[in-house]
């Protein structure tokens, strides 16, 4: 039981640990919209243009920087995703950039995930 206790606590900081680290929302602000993610991904993220792209708005930071960071996987289809787009899009910034991109699309306002 005590073990169950630790990797629950332990995986409830790993999940943090994204938004945690990277509290430069105004920087993750201006880098969607260097990366013009809204011309998809619609206002606020939260309206795609079409119904095919997901909704980011509120989504947890730490998916959000996991999913970024995948897209500049190339070589490995186990644990990359597989999108030109948005591996075009990803390739011009560096994981502290994803970081801090996480970080402010979760902290909008979503209707996909409810925080408790």
Do not use: W
Request: proline share 3%; net charge positive; hydrophobic share 45%.
């Amino acid at each position: 039981m005590k073990r169950i206790l630790i990797a629950i606590a332990t995986a409830s900081i790993a999940m943090t640990a994204v938004s945690a680290q990277a509290a430069d929302l105004k920087k993750g602000q201006e880098l969607l919209v260097k990366g013009n993610c809204a011309a998809c991904h619609g206002e606020g993220m939260n309206k795609p243009v079409v119904a095919e792209y997901p909704k980011l708005a509120g989504q947890h930071a730490d998916y959000l920087y996991y999913a970024l960071k995948a897209y500049k996987v190339t070589n490995n289809p186990n644990i990359g995703r597989s999108n030109a787009i948005m591996a075009g899009q990803v390739a011009q910034f560096s994981d502290r950039d994803l970081k801090d991109m996480a970080a402010y699309i979760a902290s909008l306002p979503g209707n996909l995930v409810v925080k408790k």
